[in-house]
């Protein structure tokens, strides 16, 4: 080997020793100047590894035998020196294939005995506790190595026994339990609320028609009073067209009787004023001391001349009464 420098990838490391290094000098991901003949370089892989941890048959708490398979991943850690150095000196010179070796046996001896401290129900129901509980083990030890574990997972439980199975069957009965629980619950939850919806419902039908009829019954007796205050108002109408035509007959008959008597007093009046016209109108002739009449020789002469005259004046009365106020005295004297 000639002297210079030496490189690796991120994902291996150098481990420099021999002349001027009290230590290995360890450069992970780098380069390092050796010295040929004075100084050694090795390699040491800082790859993740990836173990299927194996626990066939193992007996838990119960005594129940159960087999277990968990995927483990892990690596040597390069960032801390510490524990890279830890790792070269338990696996320098060895090759991936016995460093994968070496960790798995620990994982299976660390995965068997937490199998062991459990029950087949807490392993089955939480394997999130299990997985952790291995994990958390497994890495307190492997960083001894320098080897880190970055993850575990169970993969799978079985068991020749048909234990799971049954456990299996009784989750599958107590979750169809639950879900017939579920089920009459929901339909019970159902029916109270068809219920309810239904009381509020026919609360809500109850109000309204309620409503209706407190509205039909302000109607009808909004009604009745309106049609009180119309038969009131047509019966006033009536009562005012009644005393109306009552009144006008009265008046009619009024003015009948009035007419009638007005021309009975004229009549009456005359009939006593006559004898005072006749006397008036004699009266002259009463006082005159000599009367000379001149006859034609027809007709009357003397005193029937004289007397004849006077009625006359007399007669004339009627058509001057008629004239004056439309009365005809004569034709009520003769219907009369």
């Not at 066939?56 to 991943?73: L, R």
């Not at 460093?99 to 392993?123: D, K, P």
């Not at 026919?202 to 009180?228: C, G, H, P, W």
Request: charged letters at 25%; glycine letters at 6%; one cysteine or more.
């Amino acid at each position: 080997m000639v002297w210079g420098f030496v490189t690796c990838g991120p994902n291996e490391a150098l481990v420099v020793s021999g002349c001027c290094h009290m230590k290995p000098l360890l450069v992970p991901g780098g380069r390092a100047f050796v010295w040929p003949s004075v100084q050694r370089v090795q390699r040491i892989s800082l790859n993740t590894m990836t173990l299927q941890v194996e626990s066939p048959t193992v007996y838990t708490s119960q005594g129940v035998p159960i087999s277990v398979t968990g995927i483990a991943q892990v690596k040597i850690q390069g960032q801390n020196e510490d524990m890279l150095l830890t790792a070269c000196e338990q696996f320098l010179g060895k090759s991936e294939a016995e460093i994968q070796h070496i960790a798995l046996v620990t994982l299976e001896g660390h995965q068997r005995a937490i199998m062991g401290s459990m029950t087949v129900e807490e392993i089955y129901k939480d394997r999130k506790k299990f997985s952790k509980q291995v994990f958390e083990v497994a890495s307190s030890d492997l960083v001894n190595m320098g080897i880190t574990v970055v993850s575990y997972t169970l993969k799978d439980i079985r068991d020749e026994e048909g234990y799971l199975k049954s456990l299996g069957m009784a989750r599958t009965a107590e979750v169809k339990r639950d879900a017939r629980i579920g089920e009459a619950e929901a339909r019970c939850d159902a029916t109270i609320k068809e219920a309810i919806a239904e009381e509020q419902r026919m609360a809500s039908r109850f109000l309204n028609d309620t409503e209706i009829a407190k509205a039909q019954r302000d109607f009808e007796l909004k009604k009745a009073v309106y049609d009180v205050e119309v038969q009131t108002k047509k019966a006033e109408a009536f009562a005012i067209a009644a005393k109306s035509k009552a009144e006008a007959e009265q008046l009619a008959k009024k003015a009948e009787a009035w007419r009638e008597y007005r021309e009975a007093a004229m009549v009456d009046m005359l009939l006593d004023t006559l004898p005072k016209v006749a006397a008036e109108v004699a009266a002259p002739l009463s006082q005159a001391k000599k009367i000379t009449m001149v006859s034609s020789g027809t007709g009357e002469v003397g005193a029937a001349k004289l007397t004849g005259e006077v009625l006359q004046i007399v007669n004339k009365i009627p058509d001057l009464v008629k004239s004056i106020t439309g009365v005809d005295i004569s034709r009520s004297v003769h219907a009369g």
